[in-house]
């Protein structure tokens, strides 16, 4: 018998006998890790978490439903070194950074830089980023640079959402919450037995929640401060001076799921989903304003009128329309040699409003709208050879997409048009990947992945009363600009498991974020070209079980090698307009430089009573700039800065205690709190783009019954009520505004679930 046989063999005899001791521990230690342990596919084929040499944030959907979380931005505080932040005006989706390196700009022709999957299918835009926590069986969060795993743009990390698949077990569930501000969610699914091989589950959503930022006019609210020269209107309503709310949530959803098992060797799954997302924009309060009057004068207030002074008007707008459909085949053509296809279509209808004076004058608004599609496929071959001395992948990848960055923008009386920019982006990449078992207690780990990108923008600038090209910026009509670029990444690593208990690994890997063109140029000469990123990651870490099972610690320390950083100017750019009076228009992303990122981060589960499960996490992380291109520190870039959304530190501690009583129901109060320590928005560090600390808390206590056929929570969150931001869109040295996004204040929700 071959060591690598050997290895297999003793993989699944540890599990199982972790499993056996933790039953005959449970009076002293509580359940083991081991008897439920997640498994996770992150080297393209199923692995215990603990056996995975990558550091991985797993969140399963029982934690999902205990503490009632319901979209992506609710996950990041359980994984160290993670920040998904909601957009902050401009569209719907997220800001989501790894380890300090990711994406916050929407436009199509920027990259994410956390790569984001459901269903292993990659959705290629920030746009729409902002999923719902629909029937899912777990959510992954790999950290640090995927560039031969995850691929395209995972240059920060991954998050990979996986959904229940259908069993055909006629099994489901509903659930209704109601909470503060008029909280309205419902949730269920069912899985049906169709034939002996054909299963079938649905799954569905609705929630809706009144926004916590008031809307007020400001003449009517603050009439003392109004001066005789103003021309804005008195918006009284039967409301009395408010005309509308920020923060507002309006969404639905369904999903179908198709199992089909023809032969023993051969898995089809085909899924489809629809959501309409009608939400109002986030929750603003305005930093700055052209006018110093309309700062407000108490929390939660907003004196935007999305009133143009020409008449354009519009209402806070974050609407996503989304349909998608994909599908996997498994086929396994022997015992060792298994082939995957993964096919994804998602369109998308999003639309976005923007009042950015943050007042009634109506002097800078903004409608955007985001029409897009993509085509994925993904093939892979697995095998192994040498009776499992090697594991092996190769596969390729093919992205295609085309969307429009479109709407009106109003900027005062001289910059007025229609804008609609075509942005087609193609990708394909080749890669492999193997993993060799010298002996039973090691593996050696090797992949490389190459990939071609090629991004075409086009630009439209109309006059919407004249129809002929604008004024300034209709220079710019049928201008256009292509990006070209290729990349090769890599990956070697060590892992060795000294025990049941305890591995380490060890490991180098690389990837980049893609170049593109500026998407917001104001005249020809600013249609310049930027480059891809890339980063080189050390990372060493180890996985241990120890005490019986009943403690859980997870350590990674890395070291990040930062190269040809894509930052954004908003500070101006050479070649702008440059009258008396204008502020310095642009936005251009541009390669500023290097730096180094390094942290250390621990995850740690422990159980150290029947019922009592304490969970944590912690993260440091130190981002230093070491050198600035020209182009950056013309921006006002310096040294000392860190990237946007790079926290120093972060933790999370989660509290639970499981009561049984004598009915056999059991009652289960749980604690959980994160802090996060301050950061910046904008790579141009500053006032109108920071972010304080902030240290929440949130609660809730659950009832089951014995048969576990209803559960009812009755939960808190942001327990002291604190008032803090989470976002900001700085745009105070274009033209004078800045607004932050504040959290919802502190609210209240009982949430009951049957299962059936």
Same mark, same amino acid.
């Given at each position: 018998?071959?060591?690598?046989?050997?290895?297999?063999?003793?993989?699944?005899?540890?599990?199982?006998?972790?499993?056996?001791?933790?039953?005959?521990?449970?009076?002293?230690?509580?359940?083991?890790?081991?008897?439920?342990?997640?498994?996770?596919?992150?080297?393209?084929?199923?692995?215990?978490?603990?056996?995975?040499?990558?550091?991985?944030?797993?969140?399963?959907?029982?934690?999902?439903?205990?503490?009632?979380?319901?979209?992506?931005?609710?996950?990041?505080?359980?994984?160290?070194?993670?920040?998904?932040?909601?957009?902050?005006?401009?569209?719907?989706?997220?800001?989501?950074?790894?380890?300090?390196?990711?994406?916050?700009?929407?436009?199509?022709?920027?990259?994410?830089?956390?790569?984001?999957?459901?269903?292993?299918?990659?959705?290629?835009?920030?746009?729409? +980023?902002?999923?719902?926590?629909?029937?899912?069986?777990?959510?992954?969060?790999?950290?640090?640079?995927?560039?031969?795993?995850?691929?395209?743009?995972?240059?920060?990390?991954?998050?990979?959402?996986?959904?229940?698949?259908?069993?055909?077990?006629?099994?489901?569930?509903?659930?209704?919450?109601?909470?503060?501000?008029?909280?309205?969610?419902?949730?269920?699914?069912?899985?049906?037995?169709?034939?002996?091989?054909?299963?079938?589950?649905? *799954?569905?959503?609705?929630?809706?929640?009144?926004?916590?930022?008031?809307?007020?006019?400001?003449?009517?609210?603050?009439?003392?401060?109004?001066?005789?020269?103003?021309?804005?209107?008195?918006?009284?309503?039967?409301?009395?001076?408010?005309?509308?709310?920020?923060?507002?949530?309006?969404?639905?959803?369904?999903?179908?799921?198709?199992?089909?098992?023809?032969? @023993?060797?051969?898995?089809?799954?085909?899924?489809?989903?629809?959501?309409?997302?009608?939400?109002?924009?986030?929750?603003?309060?305005?930093?700055?304003?052209?006018?110093?009057?309309?700062?407000?004068?108490?929390?939660?207030?907003?004196?935007?009128?999305?009133?143009?002074?020409?008449?354009?008007?519009?209402?806070?707008?974050?609407?996503?329309?989304?349909?998608?459909?994909?599908?996997?085949?498994?086929?396994?053509?022997?015992?060792?040699?298994?082939?995957?296809?993964?096919?994804?279509?998602?369109?998308?209808?999003?639309?976005?409003?923007?009042?950015?004076?943050?007042?009634?004058?109506?002097?800078?608004?903004?409608?955007?709208?985001?029409?897009?599609?993509?085509?994925?496929?993904?093939?892979?071959?697995?095998?192994?050879?040498?009776?499992?001395?090697?594991?092996?992948?190769?596969?390729?990848?093919?992205?295609?997409?085309?969307?429009?960055?479109?709407?009106?923008?109003?900027?005062?009386?001289?910059?007025?048009?229609?804008?609609?920019?075509?942005?087609?982006?193609?990708?394909?990449?080749?890669?492999?990947?193997?993993?060799?078992?010298?002996?039973?207690?090691?593996?050696?780990?090797?992949?490389?992945?190459?990939?071609?990108?090629?991004?075409?923008?086009?630009?439209?600038?109309?006059?919407?009363?004249?129809?002929?090209?604008?004024?300034?910026?209709?220079?710019?009509?049928?201008?256009?600009?292509?990006?070209?670029?290729? +990349?090769?990444?890599?990956?070697?690593?060590?892992?060795?498991?000294?025990?049941?208990?305890?591995?380490?690994?060890?490991?180098?890997?690389?990837?980049?974020?893609?170049?593109?063109?500026?998407?917001?140029?104001?005249?020809?000469?600013?249609?310049?070209?930027?480059? *891809?990123?890339?980063?080189?990651?050390? @990372?060493?870490?180890?996985?241990?079980?120890?005490?019986?099972?009943?403690?859980?610690?997870?350590?990674?320390?890395?070291?990040?090698?930062?190269?040809?950083?894509?930052?954004?100017?908003?500070?101006?750019?050479?070649?702008?307009?440059?009258?008396?009076?204008?502020?310095?228009?642009?936005?251009?992303?541009?390669?500023?430089?290097?730096?180094?990122?390094?942290?250390?981060?621990?995850?740690?589960?422990?159980?150290?009573?029947?019922?009592?499960?304490?969970?944590?996490?912690?993260?440091?992380?130190?981002?230093?700039?070491?050198?600035?291109?020209?182009?950056?520190?013309?921006?006002?870039?310096?040294?000392?800065?860190?990237?946007?959304?790079?926290?120093?530190?972060?933790?999370?501690?989660?509290?639970?205690?499981?009561?049984?009583?004598?009915?056999?129901?059991?009652?289960?109060?749980?604690?959980?709190?994160?802090?996060?320590?301050?950061?910046?928005?904008?790579?141009?560090?500053?006032?109108?783009?920071?972010?304080?600390?902030?240290?929440?808390?949130?609660?809730?206590?659950?009832?089951?019954?014995?048969?576990?056929?209803?559960?009812?929570?009755?939960?808190?969150?942001?327990?002291?009520?604190?008032?803090?931001?989470?976002?900001?869109?700085?745009?105070?040295?274009?033209?004078?505004?800045?607004?932050?996004?504040?959290?919802?204040?502190?609210?209240?929700?009982?949430?009951?679930?049957?299962?059936?």
């Amino acid at each position: 018998m071959t060591t690598a046989v050997l290895f297999r063999d003793r993989q699944k005899i540890c599990r199982m006998l972790m499993a056996a001791s933790s039953v005959a521990a449970l009076s002293l230690t509580g359940a083991a890790f081991a008897a439920d342990e997640i498994v996770v596919t992150a080297q393209f084929r199923e692995q215990s978490l603990q056996d995975t040499p990558i550091a991985i944030t797993a969140v399963t959907g029982e934690e999902i439903e205990t503490k009632a979380l319901s979209d992506i931005s609710d996950i990041a505080a359980a994984a160290p070194n993670v920040t998904i932040s909601k957009a902050a005006a401009s569209f719907n989706g997220v800001a989501a950074y790894i380890r300090g390196v990711g994406q916050y700009d929407p436009n199509f022709a920027l990259e994410p830089g956390v790569g984001m999957y459901i269903d292993d299918i990659y959705h290629g835009v920030m746009v729409g +980023s902002l999923f719902d926590l629909l029937d899912l069986d777990r959510v992954e969060i790999l950290r640090g640079p995927q560039g031969t795993l995850a691929g395209k743009n995972s240059i920060g990390g991954a998050i990979k959402l996986f959904s229940r698949k259908p069993e055909g077990d006629n099994s489901g569930y509903i659930s209704a919450t109601y909470g503060s501000y008029d909280r309205i969610e419902v949730r269920g699914a069912y899985d049906v037995k169709i034939t002996d091989n054909a299963f079938f589950r649905m *799954s569905a959503f609705s929630k809706r929640r009144d926004g916590h930022v008031k809307r007020l006019d400001f003449r009517c609210d603050r009439p003392s401060e109004v001066l005789p020269s103003d021309t804005f209107p008195n918006q009284v309503t039967p409301d009395g001076c408010k005309i509308g709310t920020l923060g507002g949530v309006k969404s639905w959803g369904l999903r179908g799921a198709l199992r089909l098992t023809p032969h @023993e060797d051969l898995e089809v799954n085909i899924f489809a989903s629809i959501v309409r997302d009608d939400s109002e924009s986030p929750g603003l309060e305005q930093f700055a304003a052209l006018d110093p009057r309309f700062l407000p004068n108490r929390d939660y207030t907003y004196y935007g009128t999305y009133t143009s002074i020409p008449g354009f008007s519009t209402e806070p707008l974050m609407t996503t329309h989304m349909e998608s459909i994909g599908g996997q085949i498994d086929w396994e053509i022997s015992d060792n040699l298994k082939i995957t296809s993964i096919t994804g279509y998602e369109n998308i209808e999003a639309v976005s409003t923007v009042d950015l004076d943050g007042g009634p004058t109506g002097e800078l608004l903004t409608y955007n709208t985001t029409p897009y599609h993509q085509v994925t496929q993904e093939l892979r071959l697995n095998g192994e050879f040498g009776e499992g001395l090697v594991e092996w992948t190769l596969g390729g990848f093919y992205f295609d997409s085309l969307g429009n960055v479109a709407g009106r923008v109003y900027s005062f009386p001289a910059l007025n048009w229609l804008q609609d920019d075509p942005v087609s982006n193609n990708s394909k990449s080749v890669f492999a990947h193997a993993i060799l078992h010298p002996v039973s207690e090691m593996s050696l780990i090797g992949g490389i992945r190459y990939t071609d990108d090629k991004k075409t923008y086009m630009f439209s600038r109309i006059n919407p009363d004249t129809g002929l090209p604008a004024d300034v910026v209709g220079v710019l009509e049928g201008v256009g600009g292509t990006y070209t670029g290729d +990349s090769v990444d890599y990956r070697v690593g060590l892992d060795y498991r000294f025990s049941d208990g305890l591995m380490a690994y060890a490991q180098f890997s690389t990837g980049y974020k893609g170049g593109g063109i500026n998407p917001r140029p104001f005249i020809p000469t600013q249609v310049v070209p930027f480059s *891809s990123e890339q980063v080189n990651a050390y @990372e060493v870490g180890f996985k241990s079980d120890f005490a019986d099972g009943a403690v859980r610690l997870n350590v990674a320390a890395f070291f990040n090698k930062y190269d040809d950083i894509i930052l954004i100017d908003t500070n101006g750019y050479p070649g702008g307009p440059t009258d008396p009076g204008w502020f310095p228009l642009s936005a251009v992303p541009f390669n500023a430089g290097k730096a180094d990122i390094k942290g250390v981060e621990a995850e740690t589960t422990v159980e150290p009573a029947p019922g009592l499960t304490l969970q944590g996490s912690i993260s440091y992380l130190d981002f230093e700039y070491k050198s600035l291109d020209p182009n950056a520190t013309a921006s006002g870039i310096s040294s000392d800065f860190v990237s946007p959304f790079t926290p120093e530190w972060q933790w999370s501690v989660n509290a639970s205690y499981e009561f049984a009583l004598s009915s056999g129901a059991t009652i289960t109060p749980q604690f959980y709190a994160e802090y996060q320590s301050s950061i910046y928005t904008d790579a141009v560090n500053a006032p109108s783009n920071f972010i304080e600390g902030r240290t929440t808390a949130n609660a809730n206590i659950a009832f089951r019954t014995a048969d576990e056929g209803w559960t009812a929570i009755l939960g808190v969150t942001n327990i002291a009520d604190k008032h803090y931001y989470t976002n900001a869109f700085d745009l105070l040295n274009i033209n004078g505004t800045a607004s932050k996004v504040v959290a919802r204040p502190r609210e209240f929700f009982i949430k009951v679930r049957k299962n059936f």
